[in-house]
């Protein structure tokens, strides 16, 4: 089978680096082993070693080396959309100062007798100032245009950070799925974050033993599927390594990233809510768009078990909203019609109370 031509060219660069190494080595034989100051043939022996070593590794790894490469060069090209013109333009000059200011520190070298170690404490010295020198100064960047211009960078709208607008999604709003069909319709704008630890979580559920939670995490794990084909979705990798809860984890995540949680868990509702974090409850606005019952107003129910109390019984609507009847425990699996005595809405879901009607 053929290479391409890339692969080729990773083992050629490959191949020069073990080069550059070997003859770094070889200059400084001498001290490392004097045994060997007067063999002539060892300096390129070990050039040679080196060079083949680092070739057949860079040939056996081509494959991750491109894979790595096109995941840098994906982030830069989304971290480049998201920057302002601005901070692109003070970056690329603090990149054009920092390698002027690298170029006469190497000036400094000459008085190096080894020209291998003079080539590399240059190339060592090329990078450590231009990193410096791009972080300080995007680290500073208000102060710097202060300075020049006597005001400090305000972020237009388009400028401003990427996490607002942010949605993170937890476990039960993901296998609960109304979420997805708000998106598709366009009720929810901004970016939505699926972090990997909730993915993990999913997947512990698609493998639970119990049928009924099996079935719920595998759904769960189809839905994020199709819903990433046609929506603005991304998989955080950031993780808390000092928790073990995916509750504990997802409210850090929000707290660090300023994004907004969706979710129909009532507890995580709470506190994420007294920890400052803006919450979005799919029951809420289910609540919200439920058309409204008010007392004496009749309806047909399925009455299919006891409820807590003695002679109530329990029914459900096509929504999956419970009505609790009273003194109707006779009819348990029978559907009747039923008045509307009163109503309750919670975060948890929306509770009927209801009497047989005469």
């Known amino acids: 089978m053929k290479k391409k031509p890339i692969c080729w060219i990773i083992t050629l660069l490959g191949t020069a680096i073990g080069a550059g190494i070997g003859s770094l080595i070889g200059d400084y034989l001498d001290q490392l082993i004097p045994a060997l100051a007067e ?3 060892a300096a390129p022996v070990i050039i040679i070693l080196f060079a083949i070593i680092s070739a057949v590794l860079s040939y056996s ?35 054009v100062a920092s390698l002027l200011i690298a170029f006469l520190l190497t000036q400094l070298l000459d008085f190096l007798p080894s020209a291998t170690l003079r080539g590399s404490l240059t190339v060592l010295l090329y990078i450590v100032c231009v990193y410096c020198g791009i972080r300080l100064t995007l680290a500073r960047q208000d102060d710097i245009i202060r300075f020049f211009t006597g005001k400090a960078h305000q972020p237009t709208e388009k400028e401003a950070p990427s996490a607002i607008g942010e949605k993170l999604l937890d476990t039960s709003v993901i296998i609960d799925g109304r979420i ?16 990997n630890f909730v993915l993990k979580e999913l997947q512990f559920i698609a493998d639970c033993p119990d049928a009924i939670k099996r079935g719920r995490g595998r759904r769960g794990l189809e839905l ?19 928790t073990d809860a995916v509750d504990d984890k997802l409210v850090l995540l929000a707290k660090k990233r300023g994004s907004t949680i969706i979710t129909n868990d009532y507890n995580l509702n709470q506190v994420a809510r007294v920890q400052g974090i803006t919450v979005l409850n799919v029951n809420d606005l289910a609540n919200a768009l439920k058309p409204a019952l008010i007392p004496g107003e009749a309806l047909d129910v399925q009455l299919i078990k006891e409820g807590k109390e003695l002679g109530q019984a329990v029914g459900y609507l096509a929504d999956g909203t419970m009505v609790v009847v009273d003194e109707a425990a006779d009819y348990i699996t029978h559907q009747v019609h039923v008045e509307v005595t009163s109503m309750l809405q919670t975060s948890a879901g929306r509770l009927i109370f209801a009497k047989l009607a005469e």
């Open 39 to 41: 063999v002539t043939w």
């Open 61 to 95: 790894r081509h494959e991750q080396l491109m894979q790595r490469l096109q995941k840098i060069s994906d982030r830069s090209i989304s971290l480049s959309k998201k920057t302002s013109t601005k901070t692109l333009t003070l970056g690329a000059a603090a990149l």
């Open 180 to 195: 997805f069909d708000v998106c598709d319709v366009g009720f929810l704008e901004g970016k939505i974050i699926i972090p």
């Open 224 to 242: 994020i599927g199709k819903f990433r084909e046609n929506h603005n979705v991304e998989i955080s990798n950031e993780d808390f390594a000092e």
